[in-house]
């Protein structure tokens, strides 16, 4: 059996890649308070959050 490749998304697509947080944050420095750092070292917010996902929707 073999496995099947991971979708990716259309290379134009504007979400590819991760999101600029430093940017956003400057935009929005509410934000600021929800960023945490994810098991893999990188910035995120928690999506778990609801309030942290109304301030990222803004």
């Known amino acids: 059996m ?3 490749n991971k979708p990716t ?3 134009r697509n ?3 890649g991760r999101y600029d947080f ?3 944050i400057k935009s929005s ?3 600021g308070r929800f960023l945490i ?3 893999y070292g990188k910035p ?3 999506f778990a959050d609801p309030e942290a996902v109304r301030v990222f929707n803004r």
Request: cysteine-free; glycine content about 0%.
């Open 2 to 4: 073999t496995t099947p």
């Open 9 to 11: 998304l259309h290379p």
């Open 14 to 16: 504007r979400h590819q």
């Open 22 to 24: 430093p940017q956003l």
């Open 29 to 31: 420095p509410e934000l």
């Open 37 to 39: 750092t994810n098991p």
């Open 44 to 46: 995120s917010i928690d």
